[in-house]
């Protein structure tokens, strides 16, 4: 921190310990069970197996610790309300279509943009809230965390319709014909928009500035403030399409349930994608892996027949496990550990040398 | 030369609160009358609010040293059902000693929970967020294992404890049959009183208590202070632990059934309670009476809701959440002119000297 | 060992990952005496006080205090402390949102109640006594940058302390202030209090010290008495030349002669932190703002970038009407602006050097044009040389360098944009005296060779001198005086600031 060390900015240092925590999953898994990552082609055209089900299942996650990356990156802090939002944006999503009565590809695609703009909106509130009044995201977004549920009752009513349409099946398990569950395309979208942004624009250099030092990055010419909302806007979009997903795999909106508890997930793969929640450098590819990493610890518990309700348990043990191994503490004691060694094989040489 | 010091940010913040708590619930009386005119209204809403008001105070101390605890509601939550698995399954025959060993025990999660956590955010450094997420997955985790299925004490001595309170005559009203009912407060109320006082006294004068403020206020100027910052941290987690051991404790109190779902998202209840009443997020500003006021709020607009006409559990999320805003933006409001009026003072003292 | 020696270094080693930044350094501290620490930066001086206040462990050599048996450990502030060794830094190292009384005695009391009634006396009793302007149970952040350093001050010389290091204590006072600090060192002397003294400021060096202990890139040069060391050999020797190097140390170059153009004109202009006023700069041209600290020159050239809110005026850059009212407005007019506080306003610390270099053009051209690697390495690897910036390599963090070259690095960012007209605010503070030197001879070089205008502003009034070829005078926030040809003497300037000019 204050020391006199040249540290170096980019390489894959901050993906070592996710790509690790990965490795050692699917090690684990190998070993436990040879057939464990098998896939088959089920008689409907569908691929199957727990590699499948981990892809396909962490999509939502994944597109969300995308957004929450960012606002992590520009806020130093993160947003507690998307399970929420995803809510209001799936129910937005649902009563669109009810009100365009039969459902076809338009009132789908127009479902879809009229709820992402509502998530902007909402983003948008929250964001104002951090980037104009200053205050602490997490505070900030408390607001939402805590009636945004409620607010997406109000849209949609007590009454859950099931959304029966070849459409919403399409979008939320597979379409027919290609054997990859659709959300794991949605991902795979976002991804590949997310990185058309950061090639072509200067999203990444402006968020970093702003996240490391907000006055210096406005001196240069950077509007905090804009950078802020331009993050809470990207989640918005995120947010949105989780909840489109979430919405098209059970064909209704279920207003409690649609992605709860999904931003505590998303804070996590952001960390464990090796990104400091105090902001500044981010690597969104981290946070993907995060969120592959902890479907695939869920889904590995499933396998060894612990219960669901049970799985919380032992996700905490290897959450604190990989974060406990990126932290600064370990990390100094292994560099000294090692350079302990390095110095004793040296001086070995150096002996050997003389002789 | 006596002159009294301008309110510190931490007052005038908790002031607001005060005042705001005050100017409500004087509202509620003149207008929705009935239950508020009675003072069994006010101690309800303390009986209600026990073990918020400890969840309150476990927040507050580390929100003042720059973290955060969200572990707080799973940790109730497993001392809920521990407790009542205890009890109903105990075969000692004094129930004064099974009681108090339920008691060691709420306390003994708590701890053990406050010590481990306390311990992996001040000496490994993890960020605090994570490690408390982790804390309230094991929690909520553990308490599965306990027991899927909600557990009803079933323990004679324990209900007997239960129906214990504390009456209080002349705050009570004359029924319509002409007897006199007592105003009536619950053991876990008056364990929480004395705790918020106790958590007051260590704040306000106990020498951890000062080490905390100032670790809040500036990690690197407490630490050249020659403050034990991570010592001061680590114990900030665990007194938040017993906090949250006893709530648990107290919660049992109030309702002798342990479920897979207590207290669930209580801690952002206890979180918001404490920003209402003036404790801020960035650490070094704060005060549990503040946060006193601020679950006095959120519960007092809930009671408005249930007796207004807009009775709905969605309303009364609404609300709580339209007062949070209020709340955050007044005091951003507030302490952004504060900053403003600091600096041209700041600014005509220097031309003054000059 | 003497007798009056309270405190003993000897070979103190400490290694950082990469880089080894104190190597076999002896120091000696007697009783009642003031002994200045001198280096450029990354000299080693901060990390040698870092070690003996334990906030570095250091790898090798022994510590030895008067009173203590033995080598004296010392793993924490809190050992520090106890042992008697008590430290006033330049940042203010006090928590804003303790009460005045409960900074000078936290930390460092027995027993667990805190005794505020107590503390109260006490430090009433020491501030009155100190002459500082602030009550005991006054919030600090209610209290100026200044009184928080007094305070600091006064907690170090309330602990009775043996030792008191004052690590760059006077960087953010003003004159008056430093003559205060000062009769306060000297009566600390006279109680038989050894003071380690940190600055950049050789002057102040000069005013107090007894000896000066002389260190360069982490190894002991030497320690000498005051009066065996000139000013210039001491330069000489932090700087590791011989004297007849430092024949260019007054002539670093000639002042060229402006141009008739205007470059830059403003009429009334003001902001939220400065009255409103006049200023123009021709072509070529460098001047200076000048004033004491709080004289609100680094808010009147903020007010020329837009840095702070602008409330009104009218500026005209190159004849033309243009509107500044935020920092990039004035990066569009061709302004280029290097703020004061080098840590807080200018390096990005967490992104690398290539990154902090071609910020300011990278938004100049816009959120939808980013440059090609190939682009931005081209422009990094040729301001690294241009500026001769030490560093690693282009991906080294710009945080982890010596103050001096991140100077250098915000200074790469602003040529790179090419501006006709550059506000260097406080450019040389804080950095070794080399980096300084080559910091004024640029900007000589600027207005000579590509016709830049540049105001130039330092807090040593011999830098302007060598480098201005009109000095505007401020006091209070108002202009009070325009200096230029024969005026520009060190006598003239300080009149005017006075007041007794014009």
Known sequence: MNAKKTRKAGGIGQLMIPLIALGVLILFNLIRDPGFFSISLSNTGVLTGNLVSVIDSASELAIIAMGMTLVTASCGGQDISVGAVGAIAGSIFVCTLQAMGRITIWSVILGIIFCIGVAIMFCC???????????????????????????????????????????????????PGIPVPTPIFAVVLMGILLSLVFRFTNL????????????????????????????????????????????????????????????????????IGGNSLGGGRFRVVGSVIGAYIIKMLTITLYAMSVAPANVKAYKAIVIILIVLAGSPVIRNRAAVLLNRFRIGKETKAAAKGVN | MKRREPLTNTQLLMTIAIGIFIGMYALAMAFLGGGFLKAQQFFDILNDNSFLILLGCALTIVMIGGGINISVGGVVGLTVMACALYLNGTNIENSTLSISVTLLLALGIGLAFGIGQGFL????????????LAGMFLARGLTTMLSIYPV?????????????????????????????????????????????????????????????????????????????????????????????????????????????????????????????????????????????????????????????????SWWQDMASGAMLGFFILLQSIVLSTREKRKIKAADKAALQKG | MQNDTILTMRGIDKQFPGTRALSKVDFTLRKGEIHALMGENGAGKS???????????????????????????????????????????????????????????????????????????????????????????????????????????????????KVLILDE???????????????????????????????HFLEQVYEVSDRITVLRNGELVGEYAIEDLPQVELVAKMMGKDLHDLSDLEQIGSKHKAEDEIIYEAQKISSSESKPFDFSIHKGEVNGFTGLLGSGRSESVRAIFGADRVTGGKVKMKGKEVKISKPHDAMKAGIGYLPEDRKKDGIIADLSVRENIILALQVMRGFFRPMSKAQMEAFADE??????????????????????????????????????????????????????????????????EENMSITFISSEIEEMLRTCSRLIVMRDRNIVGELTGDQLTQAQVMKTIAGGGQ
């Open chain 3, 169 to 199: 204590p006077t960087s953010s006072l003003d004159d008056k202030e430093v003559e205060m600090l000062f009769s306060l060192m000297r009566d600390l002397k006279s109680r038989g209090v050894g003071i380690i003294f940190v600055t």
């Open chain 2, 152 to 312: 009803k004490v079933t323990h004679e001595g324990f209900k007997e404890l239960v129906k214990q309170k504390l009456q209080i005559p002349f705050l009570g009203y004359i029924a319509k049959n002409g007897n006199l009912i007592p105003a009536k407060l619950e053991i876990g109320a008056i364990v929480a009183l004395v705790m918020l006082i106790l958590t007051w006294y260590l704040l306000k004068h106990v020498k951890l208590g000062r080490d905390i403020y100032a670790l809040g206020g500036n990690q690197q100027s407490a630490l050249m202070l020659g403050i034990n910052v991570k010592r001061s941290r680590f114990l900030s987690y665990v007194i938040s632990g017993f906090l949250s051991g006893l709530a648990g404790f107290v919660y049992l109190l109030h309702m002798p059934a342990g479920k897979a779902d207590t207290a669930n998202a209580s801690e952002m209840d206890a979180i918001a309670a404490s920003i209402i009443g003036g404790t801020l997020l960035t650490g070094g500003v704060g005060n549990v009476f503040g946060t006193f006021f601020g679950v006095l709020i959120l519960a007092t607009i809930k009671k408005i809701i249930v007796l207004s006409p807009l009775n709905d």
């Open chain 3, 383 to 448: 301001y690294i040389k241009a500026l001769n910036i030490k560093t690693a390599s282009q991906d080294t963090l710009v945080g982890s360098l010596s103050g001096g070259n991140q100077q250098k690095v915000i200074l790469a960012r602003w040529l790179l944009t090419h501006p006709d007209y550059l506000i260097l605010d406080e450019p040389t503070r804080g950095i070794d005296v080399g980096t300084k030197l080559e910091i004024q001879k640029l900007v000589l070089k600027l207005a000579a």
């Open chain 1, 204 to 271: 990444r250099l402006y968020t970093q500035s702003v996240g490391i030092n907000q006055g210096a990055a406005r001196l240069n010419g950077i509007n905090p403030v804009m950078i802020k909302m331009l993050s809470f806007v990207i989640l918005g979009v995120c947010v949105a399409i989780a909840g489109v997903i979430g919405v098209s795999r059970i064909g209704q909106i279920a207003h409690q349930t649609l992605l709860v508890e999904i931003e505590m997930d998303a804070i996590l793969a952001v960390a």
């Open chain 2, 121 to 132: 955010i001040s000496y490994m450094e993890i960020q605090p967020f994570i490690v408390t």
């Open chain 3, 47 to 161: 990390t040698l006080i870092k070690v003996l206040t334990g906030v570095y462990e250091k790898d090798g050599g022994s510590i030895w205090l008067e009173g203590v048996e033995g080598e004296a450990h010392i793993h924490s502030p809190q050992d520090a402390q106890k042992l008697g060794i008590a430290t006033v830094y330049q940042e203010i190292t006090l928590c804003p949102n303790l009460t005045v009384a409960e900074n000078m005695y936290i930390g460092r009391t027995e027993g667990q109640i805190v005794p505020w009634k107590e503390y109260e006396k006490k430090a009433t009793a020491l501030l009155n006594n100190l002459g500082i302007p602030a009550r005991a149970k006054q919030e600090l952040n209610h209290c100026s940058l200044a009184v928080q350093q007094m305070v600091a001050i006064a907690r170090a010389v309330d602990m009775n302390c």
């Open chain 1, 125 to 175: 509130f929250n964001g104002t809230l951090v980037s104009v009044f200053k205050i602490q995201p997490m505070i900030a977004t408390l607001i939402l965390f805590s009636c945004g549920r409620s607010i997406a009752y109000w849209f949609s009513g007590s009454a859950t319709p099931q959304l029966s349409s070849p459409i919403i099946v399409a979008m939320g398990i597979t379409i």
